[in-house]
Each structure stands twice: as C-alpha cells, then as structure tokens.
C-alpha cells in the first residue's frame, strides 16, 4: 500500500480512509514512541505506509506533536496521532495544528464513538471550536474551504481495548464517522485476565470476532504487532493495516545487535553493514 504515490506528501493527498479502502495490500506502519522529531523524520524515510506519534503512553505535547507532523511531511507517510484521551480539547487542538488521521484509545460504546466524531465536525454536525484562522490545518487561513470541507479529509479510528468494547463492536464500528477500527492486543489481554498474552486463545477469539465483525460492517481493522506471529496473526484474519515494530524496539535492538557483533569473533559477524 502507497498512502501517496509521490514522495512528496503535502495536505491535499488522500486521507487514509480512502487509501485503507482502495489499496490491496496491508498498510505497514512503525509506532513512534520516543517523541522526538528527528527520529520520526529517520523512520519515515525508511518507506513505511504510515507512523503512528503516541500521545498516550509517549511523552509527547502539542508541540512535539507539530514537529514531528514537519518532520514526516516530505515522505509518503501518513501520520497518524494517538491523543492521551478522546477530550474534545485534545482532539481540537491536534486537528488544528494538521493531525487528519486520529487513534482515539479505550472506545468502549456507540456513544463514546459519536462522542468523539462529534468533537472533530463544526457545528451543526459537531462542537468542534472554530480557529482555523490561527491553524496549521487551514495553512494559516490560506485554504478559504477549509471550514466546509476539513471532516472531508479527517480519518477517525477506534481503539478496542476491552471486552466491553468487543461486545459492543457493531455499535462502535457503525458509527458514522468512524472509518477504522484498531485493536489494542496489549490492553485487551490485560483486561481479558490474561497480561502480557496476546497471542492467548481467548484474546486470539475477541480478535478474529472483531475483523469480522468489522468486516461485515466494511469498516478496516489494524493492530500494534509486538511480534512477528502477533503480525502474521493480524495479516491472516484479514487487518488492513499493522504496526510491525516501534521505534524504541528498533533503536534497542539495533544497539544490542551491533554491540553483539562485535563481541563475537570477526569470522562470525556477517555481512558488514557501513555506516557511511
């Protein structure tokens, strides 16, 4: 998948809602944790389909935030935020400053899902405040139609995080204005009984039940892979797009693994990768 065929994305390619539907193959994606702007502007070079900047568990603000939406923009990659919660403020402010594609955590009802496309429409069809005039979304004023049209080129997904929100599935992905659903393998296996398990049969069943719900409904499924089974799992049933790594696990094991090279004897190392 290709969320824009040039390599050089500006604010009028198509929003990732479209790309999800058009597209034939699994969008592949990399978390960003670490918060900084540089090492998103690294990872986006390397040809992922999307990044998603975590503002729940990263240690993110909004001006982080911005710098990496700056950073990322001369590539093909879709950015995609995770705001620490679905507060209307937080959404606002994310959507002025460019965010257009949105994982919003722990969409537990129906209600919570029209809650939170509301926060992101101007009235009458939401209570998204006005100060586009002042925004980077709007190019500081210069796109004269972005009032009418921004809910156009917005992406919203939901983020499945507990049984309750399984249950409530066709409820969540029937929202409209909700055009993908994420699945939190992580926190759904934590709050099934089973921490740090999610790859366990009963998180596997609440997983395999949500794609195809989602499925019937039309709506796009993806998830975080922590592993490549976790990955090949999430591919199988039929997820859209799929994070594949994280930019801390990355950097990790990427030290872990030079540092080890060199530890062992030269007739062992590989091949030599340059630095230069």
């Not at 679905?86 to 949105?102: A, N």
């Not at 990427?254 to 007739?267: H, I, M, N, S």
Request: charged fraction near 20%; aromatic fraction near 6%.
């Amino acid at each position: 998948m290709s969320v824009c065929r040039d390599r050089t994305r500006t604010m009028t390619t198509k929003p990732f809602k479209v790309a999800l539907r058009s597209d034939t193959a699994p969008a592949l994606g990399l978390w960003l944790g670490l918060g900084e702007a540089v090492t998103a502007e690294i990872c986006a070079g390397a040809g992922f389909d999307w990044v998603l900047i975590d503002s729940e568990h990263g240690p993110n603000d909004l001006r982080s935030v911005a710098d990496q939406l700056r950073a990322v923009a001369a590539d093909a990659v879709e950015p995609i935020v995770r705001p620490p919660s679905t507060d209307e403020v937080d959404i606002k402010r994310l959507l002025d400053i460019g965010v257009r594609t949105l994982l919003l955590p722990m969409v537990e009802s129906g209600s919570a899902a029209r809650d939170a496309v509301a926060a992101t429409r101007y009235p009458p069809f939401g209570n998204r405040g006005v100060g586009s005039a002042l925004a980077r979304a709007s190019r500081w004023n210069r796109d004269v139609d972005y009032l009418e049209k921004s809910a156009d080129g917005i992406t919203l997904i939901a983020q499945i995080e507990t049984p309750d929100a399984v249950a409530n599935i066709g409820d969540i992905a029937g929202t409209a204005g909700i055009d993908a659903v994420f699945v939190g393998l992580s926190d759904l296996a934590a709050t099934s009984g089973h921490l740090g398990q999610p790859l366990h049969p009963q998180v596997q069943e609440a997983f395999r039940f949500v794609v195809d719900e989602c499925t019937r409904i039309g709506v796009p499924v993806g998830t975080l892979a922590g592993s490549d089974a976790v990955a090949d799992l999430a591919i199988g049933l039929g997820c859209r797009f799929v994070a594949i790594g994280t930019d801390v696990a990355v950097l990790v094991r990427g030290c872990e693994t030079l540092l080890e090279r060199f530890r062992a004897p030269k007739a062992t190392r590989g091949v030599e990768v340059s630095v230069y």
